[in-house]
């Protein structure tokens, strides 16, 4: 099963800021890593898959980057509705693996 | 659009079984597969399965393997995950996510509104 561990825990940024979430996986994904953003009392949304690609819908303000094994999910200048706890995900390999978790709080 | 409804709450006793239903609607093809992940309360999201809506194939995380079993129902687009031998750590929100993976990839493009599963006596 591959592990995928993702740093910080917890992120606290003010608002209008970047923030940077990374995720890491024991072994070679290449690309196949999905984020997803959890608010309270919601179901999970994509946001980013095949490491880069913006789901519809998303604002260009969140990109993702990386390949192999170390992952990025960049969110420039963040809006109050960013705030939230954000999941990795790989697809490369059954059982499907996501990260802890990070949670982005207003600083 | 892509929609993914999923059954109500439940709560069961310990070492009873529960079947969620997930009904899907807005594919045009059954190239697609639906997954099911859970998150116990205050936890992260685990994977629990999936199963394919074109050939039925399944595949199931160690820690649930023996205990669980999804099924689809092609002549309603709706899928379901059994789990029993339930246990006090199975109580979470169960949700099902669908993916295209002929057309896109096996990343989880929808998600259904979640099931509250509660295990207590």
Request: one cysteine or more; a neutral charge.
């Amino acid at each position: 099963e591959i592990v995928m561990t993702q740093s910080p825990a917890t992120l606290s940024v003010s608002p209008g800021e970047r923030a940077t979430l990374s995720c890491r996986a024991s072994q070679n994904i290449y690309n196949n890593l999905a984020w997803y953003q959890e608010r309270p009392g919601q179901a999970p949304r994509l946001v980013i898959y095949d490491a880069s690609t913006r789901a519809t819908g998303l604002p260009a303000r969140f990109s993702g980057s990386g390949s192999g094994t170390e992952f990025t999910l960049t969110i420039s200048s963040l809006q109050s509705e960013d705030f939230a706890v954000y999941y990795c995900h790989q697809y490369n390999n059954w059982p499907h693996t996501f990260g802890q978790g990070t949670k982005l709080e207003i600083k | 659009q892509v929609q993914l409804v999923q059954s109500g709450p439940e709560v069961k006793n310990p070492g009873a079984s529960v079947k969620v239903s997930c009904k899907a609607s807005g594919y045009t093809s059954n190239t697609y597969g639906i997954s099911w992940v859970r998150q116990a309360p205050g936890q992260g999201l685990e994977w629990v399965g999936w199963i394919s809506a074109y050939n039925r194939n399944t595949n199931s995380a160690q820690k649930v393997q023996g205990r669980v079993t999804m099924t689809t129902d092609t002549s309603t687009n709706t899928a379901y995950m059994e789990l029993g031998s339930l246990r006090s750590d199975d109580t979470a929100v169960y949700y099902c996510a669908s993916f295209d993976y002929a057309s896109s990839g096996y990343y989880y493009t929808y998600w259904g509104q979640g099931t509250l599963v509660t295990v207590s006596s």
